[in-house]
């Protein structure tokens, strides 16, 4: 059975009519049309398709789209835009982070919302935040420079 489901992504009010279990993953990229977040496990544990709800990083292959009603939904292209990217962004670029690029939703919106509530965090601390995320092509230093760098400009 299909319901019509209103929420906020990256700003802007979206309805989509779906079954309320699909995985908002699903809605936001077949529905909505967006290339972020990506399938990667569709088990909640590589972090590929992660996207805060109402701020908190949400892994959102595991999250009904019913899950999202009337909340906020910001996706990897709703925290910066390439004339004024996000710190966490930025960094990236800096640090030349990217091989394929496939992970790095995942590895952003977490740290984005860690370094939000964390100003000045260890590498200890910012290694446990980033626990469970994956990354194929093995650029776990880079991504953990990148972080670092992030929080040093916060």
């Known amino acids: 059975m299909e319901a019509s489901i209103t929420f906020r992504v990256d700003g802007k009010d979206q309805t989509v009519t779906v079954d309320p279990e699909m995985p908002l993953l699903y809605a936001l990229r077949d ?3 967006m290339s972020n977040p990506h399938f990667g496990c569709g088990l909640a544990q590589c972090g590929a398709c992660t996207v805060h709800v109402d701020g908190v ?19 990897l292209a709703g925290i910066g835009t390439p004339e004024r990217p996000h710190p966490v962004q930025q960094a990236y670029i800096d640090e030349q982070v990217p091989q394929c690029g496939y992970c790095i939703n995942g590895w952003i919106m977490t740290a984005a919302a860690f370094l939000r509530d964390n100003k000045n965090p260890s590498e200890e601390q ?7 995320l994956k990354c194929r092509c093995g650029t776990h230093m880079a991504i953990l420079r990148a972080v670092k760098r992030a929080a040093a400009q916060a």
């Open 126 to 132: 910012i290694r446990e935040a980033l626990t469970g």
């Open 31 to 33: 529905d909505l049309g």
């Open 57 to 75: 990083p949400t892994r959102s292959c595991v999250t009904p789209t019913s899950a999202a009603s009337g909340r906020q939904v910001t996706t």
